[in-house]
């Protein structure tokens, strides 16, 4: 089954303490992204990737960081998470760079940093 | 940058009425547009999308209009059942130069199918 998967689905960890989110996506899609969801504020891209070892920062990526060192995985790195970093976050994956060819969206990992 | 408006941020509706959720862009140069479906504990999913050389998509009970002089696109759903009850995001996009497809989200709207 074509899939983008996430881990894990729901973490909570203390200010401060490095954590990673994992990303992987079975569809051989070029085009990669981290998204954040909040209340009232739809979804904003924090980091996006048009391919292995190419990456560059969306319209939030204070705090986050990521790497793209095989096509399929696209971890999402908090060096030292802090409590506006609480939100629920989203990989995406598109066949190319260009959301023209639609987007396919993980499950989501909701992250609670106190 | 692109910024989309999203209205109404809440929508309930009785099962069998017609629901229209509103999205506004700013940056004439975006040319796709498509809409994701949010269910419960799940990510947003395609269900239709629109591109600039087009007024018009339908895919059964749903459809997209786009008026790029006003930039302005409309999801409208006929015939609402409960299961269409979901969160909805518009988004836009510019393909080209150093944009990279950074897909903009509207806020979202809470659409509520009362049966």
């Known amino acids: 089954e074509a899939q983008v998967t996430q881990n894990p689905r729901y973490l909570i960890t203390v200010t401060g303490k490095k954590l990673t989110v994992t990303c992987s996506q079975n569809?051989?899609?070029?085009?990669m992204s981290w998204y954040r969801q909040d209340p009232g504020l739809g979804l904003r891209q924090i980091y996006y990737?048009?391919?292995?070892?190419?990456?560059d920062k969306g319209d939030v990526p204070e705090g986050y960081k990521v790497s793209r060192k095989e096509k399929r995985n696209f971890p999402l790195i908090l060096e030292s998470p802090s409590p506006n970093q609480t939100s629920l976050y989203f990989c995406a994956s598109s066949l190319s760079w260009g959301s023209n060819y639609g987007y396919t969206f993980g499950s989501g990992t909701r992250l609670t940093v106190v | 940058g692109e910024n989309v408006e999203q209205h109404p941020s809440t929508l309930s509706v009785q099962e069998g009425d017609s629901a229209v959720i509103k999205c506004t862009y700013s940056d004439s140069a975006s040319n796709y547009f498509p809409w994701y479906k949010q269910e419960l504990g799940k990510g947003p999913q395609l269900i239709i999308d629109?591109?600039?050389?087009?007024g018009e998509k339908k895919d059964q009970r749903i459809a997209v209009t786009l008026n790029k002089t006003a930039k302005h696109f409309s999801l409208h759903i006929t015939e609402t059942q409960p299961e269409d009850s979901a969160v909805y995001f518009c988004?836009?996009?510019?393909?080209?130069?150093?944009?990279?497809?950074?897909?903009?989200f509207g806020q979202g709207t809470i659409l509520t199918v009362h049966p």
């Open positions: 629109i591109r600039s050389n087009v």
């Open positions: 988004a836009a996009d510019y393909a080209g130069g150093t944009s990279y497809g950074k897909l903009t």
């Open positions: 569809m051989n899609h070029e085009y």
């Open positions: 990737s048009m391919n292995v070892e190419v990456t």
